[in-house]
């Protein structure tokens, strides 16, 4: 019996999971995919906003303001990648420059502390690909950038070396209360008991919700963004997350430079009824590449290397909804977590934590350890280490993925780590392996090799990601 | 009446022949010799690989010597994806002999040690 | 280690470029990142190869292994297993290489070759539209798992792309049990070979649709289904030519990108058509002991040509360790008129321009006849007529320094000539 399911391993789940294992509770983490970080959270644009964007007196402001805080204890504690970029909102004419002021204002009162204004002359010393047409620009220096599946995966590895639990695969079918206790069906097969649920189900919170309330208070309404993936090898080009002025429809289409180089340009926002087809469209790309003249010039479009696409979670609820059951006691919302739900993330799992279960009278984990030890790439490493860790392990030698300069040691420590995985999709995630500018050309088959190696599989069993997924699908010359 | 696409140079005259085997639209005389060929017993060189029990070189590429009979090349595949290459291979090797009483050899085309 | 020459890549750019500038006088050492040499060619088990080098037509092994006899005859030295991480420079060049068998180890060269070859364009970089299903994959990477490994990436495949790399597929995917329900192009004309055409598409009766696209992918973990689309004049997809085909393969054919990634972090001046080096006749780039031959340093169709040009440069290498030239001043890019897409190489050197240099253009569109002129100073010095142009076909042109008024820059033009 748990004290605490948690439906959903995203950047929400996970967090809570996190925070949660400071206290000493029983915690089972339910995934439905076969991985850690399968839908929101690994397509998104990666920023950690400052604040300027939620309407005031919301949660979304509040936790956004809260969560960019915390991410720099974050990065310390969890050892993950934060990148110090600043972001300018640019104006283009006085009607826009009114609108600046707004946000100014709006993001004093929502507590951003760090912002100020440039000219046309002091931005474009700063950044010389911004357009030419801008007047003035709000900048605003507590923007970072991070890489998002990365926390998430480092915030459940966390939460399990504290105890918790995490199971994949496991889909929440059914939920049922008898008396105090929650019978969670998973696979229409298994029952697992636990006295309290959090449910971080991304875009499902309602499909999840409705298992167990008669009246759920949100409905969600997917929305869709596309983004356009450029090589790292712009990096520079622009160093700073850029907006164009919001609208009713949101941010709007931004670049942002990402961890490991890369830029993003991206993202759109359609309103759709499928929860999960994240599909480009040629209409939502085109979009992309005309909306971000609007903010720069000169930019290297040849460079694309990938497009993705992302469902928000948006709900028909004009904020998070983090609430307690009004129905059913025990039973946690964590909902209609859309932009900034990136941010305001560890945020939400401190407000659910001490406000919301406040009645629950936790006690703390004494053994808790906040800490997660992690390398960083071999090739970030100075040359002493490298040597060193060659001579302990020669795999370390064999460079597998030329174009993010990943090695064959590095790929069998994310088989075999916490959370590790056996697919090339997972393989990428962890790694980098296949991210980079070739996209896996070069680098797919000796991963496939070395993944059929090290688990005992044969190489034509190795899934790109979901099960049933293989890549080769039939040897040739054998009789099946 | 067929049409085709004469492959004996670059240029690529579209021909037709028909039932009599009389050709129109080639510019000089291979393009007369490659039609009536092709109508009358079209042939193609085969190039595939064979299984080996070899760990770096699985398989071993293979070409027909000269070219066989063009009905005949599924059939050929068939024969050819049941061997298993157990010894040392030189290029040139001769892998199947007269495959299909073509008087055609499939041959090696490169050279592989089997290291098992 | 200390060397006069390293030649990046082992196949048939680096072999050829090895051969060349092997020397007692100077030390040389290929490093190649496969566990044998022969690069793309070992791959290529289809024949069409050698034609010109061999008047014979080989299959790509045969071809690579004429090639590696020669190599190995020579005791040229070589490291397999090995890839380079990184080339600096000072007033020598420092290669970074890394193995599983021999770790990390840095590698001094007087000179290096750059013949890496190339990769192949990718989902991504074409925005096709639509899901991220498993099943789409490069050509030459299906061509790879299955004529090396003996795996069939899938078994009702479609293609895009006409190109040469395509077309083989389309025939060895079927010929290994897969079916293959139809090429389509996106120009109104395919880039292969009419014989790819007949012998890959029309024996197998798999259709070729011309001036289609794919516009849309569906299926959420595997392939299941691609939407192909004629498109106008300008490559706009048109309403209501929507066909749908049930597939769990789709494979690109979608072009090839030089991988001269290794010298971002050197100040090398790119060329933004070929996307490689900018090389005079000698095949040195404007980094000085830098030379870039084959695929690295414009994509070839025949690798014959290959050969040719990676003996030129690894010649000029060899000369370059043992006879430093001084810089020189007069230095020029040949110009181009419109019909004339790029011309390799780009700058003349006209200080060192005592033997003939060979030009390697294509041209921006097919036409049946044409003529070419070379101008300096207003006047033609040298003419030429071509027929049956293509872009997908490398033209050559031999260009003498006699014919030469002095050293002004040249330039080069494609006049269409009426029928």
């Known amino acids: 019996m748990y004290d605490y399911i948690i439906i959903g391993s995203g950047i929400v789940g996970t967090t809570i999971a996190r925070e949660l294992s400071k206290y000493d509770v029983k915690i089972l983490v339910l995934e439905k995919e076969n991985d850690v970080a399968n839908h929101q959270t690994i397509a998104n644009s990666a920023i950690i906003h400052s604040g300027h964007d939620p309407k005031e007196n919301t949660l979304k402001a509040k936790l956004c303001v809260e969560g960019n805080a915390l991410y720099e204890k974050m990065e310390k504690e969890l050892h993950i990648p934060l990148l110090r970029t600043g972001a300018f909102v640019i104006a283009h004419d006085a009607e826009e420059e009114n609108t600046l002021n707004d946000l100014y204002e709006r993001a004093l009162r929502n507590g951003v502390t760090e912002i100020n204004f440039y000219t046309k002359q002091e931005a474009l010393k700063l950044e010389p690909n911004l357009s030419d047409d801008i007047t003035k620009v709000l900048s605003l220096p507590s923007t970072k950038v991070t890489y998002p599946w990365e926390v998430a995966f480092a915030c459940l590895e966390n939460a399990i070396i504290n105890g918790a639990t995490f199971q994949k695969d496991s889909e929440v079918t059914q939920i049922k209360k008898t008396g105090e206790i929650f019978e969670v069906e998973v696979n229409s097969k298994e029952i697992i008991q636990t006295k309290s649920i959090i449910s971080a189900a991304g875009v499902f919170s309602d499909t999840v919700a409705q298992m167990i309330e008669k009246d759920v208070q949100y409905q969600m309404k997917p929305r869709k963004g596309e983004y356009l993936v450029l090589d790292r090898k712009v990096k520079g080009f622009m160093k700073h997350v850029i907006y164009p002025l919001p609208t009713a429809k949101g941010k709007g289409v931004l670049i942002v430079p990402q961890v490991h180089g890369n830029i993003l340009l991206g993202p759109t926002s359609t309103l759709q009824d499928e929860k999960e087809l994240a599909s480009n469209t040629k209409d939502g790309l085109n979009q992309i590449r005309e909306d971000v003249k609007y903010l720069?010039?000169?930019?290297?479009?040849?460079?694309?290397?990938?497009?993705?696409?992302?469902?928000?979670?948006?709900?028909?609820?004009?904020?998070f909804f983090i609430q307690e059951s009004k129905e059913v006691k025990n039973f946690f919302h964590v909902a209609g977590i859309d932009s900034p739900g990136l941010t305001a993330a560890p945020a939400i799992a401190k407000y659910l934590v001490t406000e919301i279960l406040n009645a629950h009278q936790l006690k703390k984990n004494p053994n808790f350890n906040p800490i997660r030890v992690k390398r960083d790439a071999f090739y970030h490493l100075d040359d002493k280490v490298q040597q060193e860790l060659i001579k302990e392990n020669p795999f370390y030698?064999?460079?597998?993925?030329?174009?993010?300069?990943?090695?064959?040691?590095?790929?069998?420590?994310?088989?075999?780590?916490?959370?590790?995985?056996?697919?090339?999709?997972?393989?990428?995630?962890r790694a980098r392996a296949g991210s980079g500018l070739c996209q896996g050309g070069y680098c797919e088959g000796t991963i496939l090799r070395i993944i059929a190696r090290e688990t005992k599989q044969p190489v034509n069993k190795i899934n790109y990601y979901s099960k049933n997924t293989p890549i080769l699908v039939q040897e040739t010359k054998v009789k099946p | 009446m067929r049409e085709m696409i004469c492959i004996a140079c670059p240029v690529g005259c579209h021909l037709t022949i028909d039932e009599?085997?009389?050709?129109?639209?080639?510019?000089?005389?291979?393009?007369?010799?490659?039609?009536?060929?092709?109508?009358?017993?079209?042939?193609?060189?085969?190039?595939?690989?064979?299984?080996?029990?070899?760990?770096?070189?699985?398989?071993?590429?293979?070409?027909?010597?000269?070219?066989?009979?063009?009905?005949?090349?599924?059939?050929?595949?068939?024969?050819?994806?049941?061997?298993?290459?157990?010894?040392?291979?030189?290029?040139?090797?001769?892998?199947?002999?007269?495959?299909?009483?073509?008087g055609v050899d499939m041959v090696a085309t490169r050279t592989i040690i089997i290291n098992k | 280690?200390?060397?006069?020459?390293?030649?990046?890549?082992?196949?048939?750019?680096?072999?050829?470029?090895?051969i060349a500038a092997n020397d007692p006088a100077v030390r040389i050492l290929v490093i190649e990142r496969e566990e044998q040499l022969g690069g793309i060619l070992n791959q290529c088990i289809h024949n069409g190869f050698g034609l010109h080098v061999f008047k014979e037509e080989l299959t790509g092994p045969e071809y690579a292994s004429r090639y590696m006899d020669a190599f190995y005859e020579k005791n040229i030295e070589f490291m397999l297993h090995t890839t380079v991480v990184d080339i600096k420079k000072t007033n020598d060049f420092l290669v970074t290489v890394t193995s599983l068998e021999q770790g990390l180890q840095k590698i001094e060269a007087k000179a290096v070759i750059l013949s890496s070859g190339c990769y192949e364009r990718t989902r991504g970089s074409i925005m096709l539209p639509g899901e991220r299903p498993k099943g789409i994959m490069p050509a030459g990477s299906a061509q790879r798992?299955?004529?090396?490994?003996?795996?069939?990436?899938?078994?009702?495949?479609?293609?895009?792309?006409?190109?040469?790399?395509?077309?083989?597929?389309?025939?060895?995917?079927?010929?290994?049990?897969?079916?293959?329900?139809?090429?389509?192009?996106?120009?109104?004309?395919?880039?292969?070979l009419t014989r790819n055409i007949v012998q890959c598409l029309h024996d197998y009766d798999i259709p070729l649709y011309l001036s289609h696209t794919v516009t849309n992918v569906k299926g959420k973990d595997r392939l299941e289904q691609i939407t192909i689309q004629e498109v106008d004049s300008k490559f706009n997809p048109i309403d209501g030519t929507e066909k749908i085909f049930d597939v769990d393969t789709l494979l690109l054919s979608v072009g090839l990108i030089p991988d001269i990634t290794l010298f971002d972090s050197?100040?090398?001046?790119?060329?933004?058509?070929?996307?490689?080096?900018?090389?005079?006749?000698?095949?040195?780039?404007?980094?000085?002991?830098?030379?870039?031959?084959?695929?690295?340093?414009?994509?070839?169709d025949l690798v014959d040509y290959v050969t040719i040009e990676s003996e030129k440069a690894g010649k000029n290498a060899l000369d370059y360790v043992l006879n430093p030239r001084k810089p020189s001043k007069q230095v020029h890019e040949i110009k181009l008129n419109e019909n004339i897409r790029y011309v390799v190489p780009q700058m003349i050197d006209f200080e060192y321009f005592d033997v003939p240099i060979e030009l390697s253009f294509r041209v921006t569109k097919k036409m049946n006849k044409g003529i070419f002129k070379l101008?300096?100073?207003?006047?033609?010095?040298?003419?030429?007529?071509?027929?049956?142009?293509?872009?997908?076909?490398?033209?050559?042109?031999?260009?003498?320094?006699?014919?030469?008024?002095d050293s002004s820059p040249l330039t080069l033009i494609l006049e269409e000539v009426e029928a």
């Open chain 3, 266 to 300: 050197l100040s090398l001046i790119k060329h933004p058509v070929t996307k490689s080096a900018i090389v005079n006749q000698f095949y040195e780039a404007n980094i000085s002991g830098l030379f870039v031959c084959g695929n690295a340093l414009h994509v070839h």
């Open chain 3, 375 to 405: 101008i300096q100073n207003d006047q033609i010095i040298m003419t030429k007529k071509a027929k049956n142009l293509a872009p997908a076909e490398m033209e050559k042109m031999s260009l003498n320094p006699n014919v030469l008024i």
């Open chain 2, 20 to 102: 009599n085997l009389h050709v129109e639209g080639n510019l000089c005389q291979r393009g007369e010799k490659y039609a009536i060929e092709e109508i009358t017993h079209p042939t193609r060189i085969l190039t595939t690989t064979v299984k080996t029990t070899c760990l770096l070189n699985p398989r071993l590429s293979v070409k027909s010597k000269d070219p066989i009979p063009k009905e005949l090349l599924f059939e050929a595949m068939e024969i050819l994806n049941s061997i298993r290459i157990e010894n040392n291979v030189k290029i040139g090797d001769v892998i199947v002999k007269n495959i299909l009483n073509t």
């Open chain 1, 397 to 429: 030698g064999n460079l597998v993925c030329k174009c993010e300069k990943i090695t064959e040691a590095e790929i069998m420590e994310t088989i075999h780590g916490p959370l590790g995985n056996d697919t090339i999709k997972g393989i990428k995630k």
């Open chain 3, 145 to 192: 798992y299955l004529n090396i490994d003996g795996y069939l990436v899938g078994k009702r495949v479609f293609i895009l792309g006409s190109g040469d790399i395509g077309l083989i597929m389309a025939r060895r995917m079927t010929l290994e049990g897969a079916k293959v329900l139809g090429v389509a192009e996106l120009m109104p004309y395919s880039n292969g």
């Open chain 1, 296 to 319: 720069a010039k000169n930019i290297p479009f040849d460079q694309v290397i990938r497009t993705f696409a992302g469902i928000r979670s948006s709900s028909t609820y004009d904020d």
């Open chain 3, 1 to 18: 280690m200390k060397i006069d020459i390293a030649i990046i890549g082992g196949g048939a750019a680096g072999l050829a470029a090895a």
